[in-house]
């Protein structure tokens, strides 16, 4: 497949989707139509594509190998639908190593070709898809960060996670950190993407330079009674490739204990709208 030539393409992709209100994943029954006879204990997860999530693939692991139901028809015993890692990655640092299974373009969609890999280290999986428009292949929308837990696959397929690529597009927000020498600001990290189903399941997309989005925290006043101080946050761009945004807002001297309400937009998002999102977090810590 032909490398992107611009993010644009994908992202416009996206826009033209979001009209649509999100799908009740909840709702998709998670049952496999037709399965082969296993090496070892199954691992399962489900994923969605599209604004309506009316496309679906499942992903098995067991034993050696990678499972994928390539042409969404539920059936997993015909041939070209498994695959072998045949790499490693090294996420540096704590990250550590993981294996790579290289899935290749799936078809569930007949109109969108979706070009997937899995990256899985000690039962944690990071699940990664790229998908084509107009001859331009997308740049990565995945899920699986450690942002909030682990995603992982579950040993039956009626709990397997759903993961919803292509869909309509959200905020949400991960950590919330004190910074500065005597922690007079907070560091907020957020994203922009599709929600799943299950821990760790938000399909995260790249950020565009320009604009950024807009956020306001609420924090509980030190004075029981009081009303919440609100707080704007100021974003930068993801750095390096990053799939979020980072924003610092100012310590008030009257916050006190509890959790922050955060209230996430995008008003000026280029390529389509973004529904506002509220979320709560603990200062130091990720949901």
Known sequence: MKLLRSQAALLMLLGAALAA??????????????????????????L??????????????????????????GDLTEAGECCKSSETRDWGGNGGVWRVFRVGVVNADSKTPYELYLEEKDGAVCITSMFESAGAVGLAQCA??????????????????????????????????????????????IFVGTPGLGTDTFAMLRPAEKPLPAAELSIP????????????VEFQAGCCGDAWFYGTARTPVAAGAGKVKIALSFPDYPHGKVAPATVELSPKNAR
């Open 48 to 73: 969605a594509f599209g604004p309506e999530a009316k496309a679906r693939v499942w992903l098995v692991r067991a034993g050696d190998l990678l499972y994928v139901d390539r042409n969404g028809n």
């Open 221 to 232: 006043h030190q004075q029981a009674g009081k009303a919440p101080v609100r707080v704007p």
């Open 21 to 46: 209100p999100a799908a009740d994943l909840a709702k998709i029954e998670r049952a496999v139509g037709k399965e082969p006879t296993y090496g070892g204990k199954p691992k399962y997860g489900l």
């Open 144 to 189: 699986g960060h450690y942002r909030r837990g682990k995603l992982e696959l579950a040993g039956r397929a009626q709990d397997a996670p759903i993961v919803h690529f292509n869909g309509p597009l959200t905020l949400d927000a991960c950590d919330l950190q004190p910074s500065g020498k005597n922690r007079e600001q907070s560091r907020l990290t």
